[in-house]
């Protein structure tokens, strides 16, 4: 089971326990918006538990798409780290490259001819 929460100020949490690196990946495409492949080859299952700030890089967690308003946070609270940097405290990085990608080509276009 995922759970994603809003922490606090703008802080969001993602737990997936008993999740692969695979599955992880997967959450992670939804939050950047972008594609992520598992390049690691390690296998099982792990509780991930990830707390980061919501920002230009996680679309998926703005609502419609829109700058989200960032809200006054305590002077004491430190601020959420980005989505990359709490990546990289479970010991994993995201790279950007270059990859196999499904496109579909249109050859031609023409107007539909009356019966």
Known sequence: MV??????GSTLAL????????????????????PVIDQTGIQ???DFHLEFAQEQ????FRPGG?????PAEPADEPAAP???TAIQQL???????????????VDSVARPTGN
């Open 91 to 105: 010991g994993l990085k995201l790279e950007p490259a270059k990859g196999p990608r499904e496109f579909l080509v």
């Open 15 to 34: 737990q997936a326990p008993g999740t692969s690196l695979d599955g992880f990946t997967k959450l992670l495409y939804l939050a950047v918006d972008r």
């Open 82 to 84: 980005s989505i990359f």
């Open 44 to 46: 099982g299952l792990f």
């Open 3 to 8: 759970l994603i929460r809003q922490g606090t």
């Open 57 to 60: 890089a996680t679309p998926a």
């Open 66 to 70: 829109e700058p989200l308003p960032r």
